[in-house]
């Protein structure tokens, strides 16, 4: 049984998750707390495997609340949760850079109360299944086993988590897992790369800030991104992105032209996709119904970027539940495209990654803090070599 601490200054609230994850196959509540401090002193004696924890609490917030436990528990995963409000996005982004490990939000426009706990018990229970690393009795796996492809740098299974990643999974269930199938690995660059598409979710704040903090300003492509979020989550995102990375980052919106140097995110319940005018690359939201149940999808978008760019785009996975990326990675791949993941032992979620490597897909399967190092490699194929300073 994975064990639950639920921390909550509303009694209400508490009720509410608690009543969601009542029931729900393999997970027990193990004790409640009413803010931080007091969530603190029942860690220890409680030993939970996940944590709830809400943000605004009095005597300690939420953030506090998780800056004190990362001193003692660098990979407790500690789920926010968080209301869907420009206040409640900026305090969440807050709270995963101080060590939270993800988050759900409050549910809205719900007419009862049996349907609050329904759209809790909805986004809660997969994600403390995969954080806590176990499944529900019958699920499959997020994502298959490593691959051995020859020239393959295969992800690490089975190790510690790197240090300063809360909640990264520390292994996988022991057992033989299925092997990837045989394909051939390109093992040479091919050509010049026009545009970077990156796909994310669980963990995918994080691993997305590190890998563009790492890339320089002067770019030469233009980077497409989607980050499973709800709207306004993602242009705060943006906008946080934009403050703290070398790059411009922007919330892509209707009719942007790409320029190189800046990242594009898609925003929240929109896909993002891209169309042609004359030479011009131009972004598109879509409203078309989610695919593997998220919108926007980093399907969709792997989709769009194959059909304008073919073999001239790069694409990455980094970590997040579920499978989203993997269909549009083998579009991308049948048109000549490269594709990197993220390892799983730097991935909080093995699972878009996961699956992308199981299916034979990725190029090139690298720990979080190689990758920003392997797209500027990869960048410099086809062009010029920048020009260096001559020192006296």
């Known amino acids: 049984m994975i064990r639950v601490l639920v921390v909550d200054d509303s009694v209400v609230v508490r009720r509410l998750i608690v009543d969601s994850l009542t029931g729900a196959p393999g997970i027990e509540v193990v004790g409640t707390a009413a803010n931080g401090l007091l969530a603190q002193a029942k860690i220890d004696s409680l030993k939970p495997d996940a944590i709830t924890m809400d943000i605004e609490m009095p005597q300690m917030d939420g953030i506090a609340a998780v800056r004190e436990l990362r001193k003692r528990h660098k990979h407790l995963p500690v789920i926010m949760f968080s209301t869907l409000s420009a206040a409640g996005a900026s305090a969440t982004l807050e709270a995963l850079a101080a060590g939270a490990t993800d988050y759900v939000t409050k549910p809205s426009n719900v007419g009862s109360i049996g349907e609050s706990i329904a759209a809790v018990r909805e986004q809660l229970v997969p994600k403390i299944h995969a954080l806590a690393g176990r499944r529900p009795p019958g699920a499959p796996r997020p994502g298959l086993g490593p691959t051995k ?33 045989a394909r051939p690995l390109r093992r040479m660059p091919h050509g010049r790369v026009d545009i ?20 320089p300003s002067d770019l030469p492509v233009p980077v497409v991104v989607t980050q499973h979020m709800p709207p306004v989550f993602t242009r705060m995102f943006a906008e946080r992105l934009d403050r703290s990375t070398p790059l411009r980052v922007v919330e892509a ?3 942007m032209e790409l320029t190189p140097g800046t990242v594009y995110i898609a925003p929240g319940d929109k896909h993002l996709v891209l169309q042609r005018r004359n030479t011009a690359t131009l972004t598109q939201l879509s409203g078309a119904p989610p695919e593997n149940s998220c919108r926007p999808a980093v399907d969709v978008m792997f989709r769009s970027v194959a059909s304008l760019y073919g073999a001239a785009a790069f694409a990455a996975v980094l970590t997040g539940m579920g499978y989203d990326g993997r269909g549009g990675a083998k579009v991308l791949r049948d048109a000549g495209a490269e594709i990197l993941a993220q390892d799983e032992a730097s991935s909080v979620v093995w699972g878009m990654p996961g699956a992308v ?5 990725a190029d090139e399967v690298l720990p979080l803090d190689r990758i920003a190092s392997a797209l500027v490699q990869r960048l410099q194929v086809g062009r010029a070599p920048r020009a260096t300073a001559v020192t006296r």
């Open 149 to 181: 492809r020859p020239g393959l740098a295969p992800p690490v299974t089975g190790r510690p988590a790197a240090p300063g990643r809360p909640g990264a999974l520390t292994g996988r269930p022991a057992g033989k897992l299925p092997a990837a199938p």
């Open 196 to 215: 970077l598409a990156i796909g994310s979710s669980t963990g995918g704040p994080d691993a997305l800030t590190k890998v563009l903090q790492a890339l």
């Open 253 to 255: 919106g209707d009719g």
């Open 357 to 361: 490597v199981g299916a034979g897909l």
